[in-house]
């Protein structure tokens, strides 16, 4: 990978959002958890959810799918399984070339992530283990 191009994928912008992750550290004692891993790049998610919707997150992953567990934690909010699911869709969609942008705040940071495949799984992290910890649960709120 070039100079240039890192600079534009590892923007200062995208690389500051790890240090957001802090700010939910995992409960392996939560009732609700939920795991989902990329097959192109092996990055990995541990997601955990309490009764108050508290979210934890344990993320082995790179700089992009750092930047997109940390946008979805900012704005997770104990979202209904319908919102998840759908905005899940919508990132799929637009990294598979569509225009519209995801309905989910902070996603232009990801924007030049859309030209690297084989970050796409990792974007996708979030969502993912969001949806198995609240499948799980049976929790359809």
């Keep these: 990978m070039t100079q240039a191009v890192r600079r534009a994928l590892y923007s200062p912008e995208l690389l500051a959002l790890a240090v957001e992750l802090a700010d939910h550290p995992y409960d392996a004692d939560a009732p609700l958890q939920g795991q989902a891993h990329s097959r192109s790049c092996g990055s990995s998610i541990a997601l955990s959810l309490d009764p108050a919707s508290r979210l934890g997150l344990r993320v ?35 990294l598979g070339g569509a225009e519209e942008r995801p309905d989910w705040p902070g996603m232009q940071i990801l924007e030049p992530a859309r030209a690297y495949p084989g970050r796409h799984g990792a974007i996708l992290l979030p969502w993912r283990a969001a949806l198995d910890a609240l499948s799980k649960g049976g929790a359809g709120r």
């Design 60 to 94: 082995t992953a790179c700089a992009v799918g750092q930047a997109s567990a940390a946008i979805f934690a900012r704005h997770f909010d104990a979202h209904p399984v319908a919102r998840l699911s759908a905005t899940h869709n919508q990132i799929e969609r637009w």
